[in-house]
């Protein structure tokens, strides 16, 4: 990393003393070291607050399974870890230890907790071990951190001052004060997408139904809503402001023609429901999208997909669809993958196999990011 230019302090562990002395670090870090919450000559304390906050990228590598569990359950019986819950940068962790400690499920199931936090797992490389067995565990080679954490900043700068609108999850319709017409969507894609698009660099607006706002990134900008009225008016006011908009959310298409002041009674056998049809957001942000905004939607569809899909990128005056075919395993509300087919505007159509929604969520910026 110094050789790349960066400036670098090293806080270790004690037990990181056992195999490399204080003056190595140093020598080669070009600071002093941490490594303890007070130095013993001076009784001076280290600033772990200070440390979390004056580093863009916080490595921790070698991540030992003692300090990866740590981390995981906010531990704090070190300087290492009292700065990891200082540090307000990203957090890249390498894993390093013998293969069974690895696939042990409690170590599994603590790289899954860090990744939910946002943190962000360097490979785990394979090969000879400590132990002499062979398979997963090495850390990853100090070349490829060096590589993935360049990559890392010089992406994050990517789309630095385009301004980009997301809307996700579902809408409530109300029908009175305890009831509402609504669907099963999480928001999950679109959360992926604005947190996505804020990783590199973007200005993101997220105006977001009645789900939850965990796992976001703390620099989007947050709006929450219910109806598909509400979702119209911020989303055709912040629209004005940006470059482009990605609309995934799960808009209802129809609303209780009234609203009820008191919760209606059951009275009768039979009810019927009056519904009105709502606003199509995407429709009217593609009638007021100027030249250089670009504009992308969801398709949800259940037969004739490409060509209903089409057929929307059309009728909304789109650059991009990303289509979701229900008949897919692996897509759909509520999932934590999705598969999907990006049609652009030009004719071109992008296939993908079913990942992770975050992965989906690259591959979409990614289109974008060409726009832009
Ligand atoms: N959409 C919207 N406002 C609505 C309905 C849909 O902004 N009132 C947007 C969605 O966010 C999505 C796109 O339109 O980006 C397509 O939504 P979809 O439900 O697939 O299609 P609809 O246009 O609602 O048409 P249909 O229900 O007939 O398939």
């Given at each position: 990393?110094?050789?790349?230019?960066?400036?670098?302090?090293?806080?270790?562990?004690?037990?990181?003393?056992?195999?490399?002395?204080?003056?190595?670090?140093?020598?080669?870090?070009?600071?002093?070291?941490?490594s303890?919450?007070?130095?013993?000559?001076?009784?001076?304390?280290?600033?772990?607050v200070?440390?979390?906050?004056?580093?863009?990228a916080?490595?921790?590598?070698?991540?030992?399974?003692?300090?990866?569990?740590?981390?995981?359950?906010?531990?704090?019986?070190?300087?290492?870890?009292?700065?990891y819950?200082?540090?307000?940068?990203p957090?890249?962790?390498?894993?390093?230890?013998?293969?069974?400690?690895?696939?042990?499920?409690?170590?599994?199931?603590?790289?899954?907790?860090?990744?939910?936090?946002?943190?962000?797992?360097?490979?785990?490389g394979?090969?000879?071990?400590?132990?002499?067995?062979?398979g997963?565990?090495?850390m990853?080679?100090?070349?490829?951190?060096e590589?993935?954490?360049?990559?890392?900043?010089?992406?994050?700068?990517?789309?630095?001052?385009?301004?980009?609108?997301?809307?996700?999850?579902?809408?409530?319709?109300?029908?009175?004060p305890v009831?509402?017409?609504?669907?099963?969507s999480?928001?999950?894609?679109?959360k992926?997408?604005?947190?996505?698009?804020?990783?590199?660099?973007?200005?993101?607006?997220?105006?977001l139904g009645?789900?939850?706002?965990d796992?976001l990134?703390?620099?989007?900008?947050?709006?929450?809503?219910?109806?598909?009225?509400?979702m119209?008016?911020?989303?055709?006011?912040?629209?004005?402001?940006?470059?482009a908009?990605?609309l995934?959310?799960?808009?209802?298409?129809?609303?209780?023609?009234?609203?009820?002041?008191?919760?209606?009674k059951?009275?009768?056998?039979?009810?019927n429901?009056?519904?009105?049809?709502?606003?199509?957001v995407?429709?009217?942000?593609?009638?007021?999208?100027?030249?250089?905004?670009?504009?992308?939607g969801?398709?949800l569809?259940?037969?004739?997909?490409?060509?209903n899909?089409?057929?929307?990128?059309?009728?909304?005056?789109?650059?991009?669809?990303?289509?979701?075919?229900?008949?897919?395993?692996?897509?759909?509300?509520?999932?934590?993958?999705?598969?999907?087919?990006?049609l652009?505007?030009?004719?071109?159509?992008?296939?993908?196999?079913?990942?992770p929604?975050?992965?989906?969520?690259?591959?979409?910026v990614?289109?974008?990011?060409?726009?832009?």
């Amino acid at each position: 990393m110094i050789k790349s230019g960066a400036q670098v302090k090293v806080v270790c562990t004690p037990n990181a003393l056992d195999f490399v002395t204080p003056l190595t670090l140093s020598t080669l870090s070009k600071n002093a070291i941490y490594s303890h919450f007070f130095v013993k000559e001076t009784g001076e304390w280290v600033n772990h607050v200070e440390l979390g906050k004056w580093a863009d990228a916080f490595v921790v590598a070698p991540c030992t399974a003692n300090t990866l569990t740590k981390m995981a359950n906010g531990y704090c019986d070190n300087l290492l870890l009292a700065t990891y819950l200082s540090a307000d940068c990203p957090v890249f962790f390498a894993p390093a230890m013998d293969l069974d400690m690895y696939l042990h499920p409690t170590t599994q199931h603590n790289i899954s907790t860090l990744l939910s936090y946002n943190n962000i797992e360097l490979p785990t490389g394979e090969g000879e071990l400590a132990s002499g067995l062979v398979g997963k565990g090495r850390m990853c080679e100090p070349e490829e951190i060096e590589h993935i954490l360049s990559s890392y900043f010089e992406r994050e700068e990517s789309l630095l001052g385009k301004t980009i609108l997301v809307n996700a999850g579902p809408t409530h319709e109300k029908l009175d004060p305890v009831r509402f017409i609504g669907n099963y969507s999480s928001g999950k894609m679109g959360k992926a997408i604005a947190n996505e698009l804020s990783s590199r660099g973007a200005m993101v607006h997220l105006v977001l139904g009645p789900v939850s706002a965990d796992g976001l990134d703390t620099k989007i900008h947050l709006t929450k809503i219910e109806s598909a009225q509400e979702m119209y008016k911020a989303c055709s006011e912040i629209f004005t402001t940006c470059d482009a908009a990605i609309l995934s959310a799960a808009v209802a298409d129809y609303r209780p023609a009234s609203q009820e002041d008191q919760k209606i009674k059951k009275k009768t056998e039979e009810f019927n429901l009056e519904l009105v049809k709502t606003v199509d957001v995407l429709k009217s942000l593609g009638e007021i999208k100027k030249n250089h905004q670009f504009l992308a939607g969801f398709a949800l569809e259940t037969q004739n997909e490409q060509e209903n899909a089409l057929l929307k990128l059309e009728k909304k005056n789109l650059d991009f669809i990303i289509l979701n075919s229900m008949n897919d395993k692996g897509a759909g509300f509520g999932k934590d993958t999705n598969k999907i087919t990006i049609l652009e505007k030009n004719g071109k159509k992008h296939t993908f196999e079913t990942k992770p929604k975050k992965d989906v969520a690259i591959d979409i910026v990614n289109l974008l990011a060409t726009y832009l």
